[in-house]
């Protein structure tokens, strides 16, 4: 199925084929991503999603099928309106809260689990104390977006707010939202985010302890520090 639409479509700039060659090898990665979410315990079953824009075609996970048996053949996409315009299988149901960050910030591929300890945390508090700096690679301390029912327009506008100059956050009593630039990038903030909230329920739970946390001023300058880490091509 093919995007039909005003204006000019992407493929009319680049070759439609490279098109699709972009999207094949986009949902391979995605398929490998949503994969590896089951493997390293961020999700049971279909209980995530996982999704990547290529050009104005966002590609997602389909509802309710274990990732196990995704094929190439089953590559799932929409517009950035929501009208399917790749393959058959319906679309994950989270497909509002996808959109919806796409449309208000930079992302490019966006991880959503129910982690057990981000769970957990999101039922706790208002917003994940800061007991590490890596808090500072999600831009700042994680906020909990407030409950509303999954699949909703609701809980997609509390995710943004949650989301404000951050990219990543916790979904109270559901899960976890992270995006980046590239799937890895959206995958590697989703683990950070789990392991920050198995760090703080751990030190929290020794008794007659308090953990001590990072002020916020410490936190951004390790944002600052973590945006030069790594290597320089």
Request: hydrophobic residues 40%; neutral net charge; aromatic residues 6%.
């Amino acid at each position: 199925m093919l995007p039909v639409s005003g204006g000019r479509a992407p493929w009319q700039d680049r070759g439609m084929g490279e098109q699709l060659s972009d999207e094949r090898q986009a949902w391979a990665a995605l398929v490998a991503t949503a994969r590896r979410t089951v493997t390293d315990g961020l999700v049971v079953g279909t209980s995530g999603n996982v999704s990547v824009r290529v050009g104005d075609t966002v590609l997602v996970t389909p509802s309710g099928v274990p990732y196990d048996r995704l094929t190439p053949d089953d590559v799932t996409g929409v517009d950035l309106t929501g009208r399917q315009v790749r393959g058959t299988l319906v679309p994950t149901s989270e497909l509002p809260m996808h959109l919806a960050v796409y449309r208000r910030t930079d992302a490019r591929a966006i991880v959503h689990t129910h982690a057990v300890h981000a769970t957990a945390v999101s039922t706790l508090v208002t917003e994940l104390p800061t007991v590490h700096y890596m808090a500072g690679a999600l831009g700042g301390p994680v906020r909990v977006a407030p409950y509303a029912a999954y699949g909703t327009e609701e809980l997609a506008e509390h995710t943004l707010r949650a989301l404000t100059d951050r990219t990543g956050c916790l979904l109270r009593n559901h899960g976890t939202l992270t995006y980046g630039a590239t799937l890895d990038q959206a995958f590697d903030r989703t683990a950070q985010l789990e392991w920050m909230c198995h760090l703080w329920l751990t030190a929290s739970s020794v008794p007659g302890h308090t953990p001590t946390l990072l002020t916020k001023a410490q936190v951004a300058e390790a944002g600052d520090r973590l945006r030069g880490y790594g290597q320089r091509s």
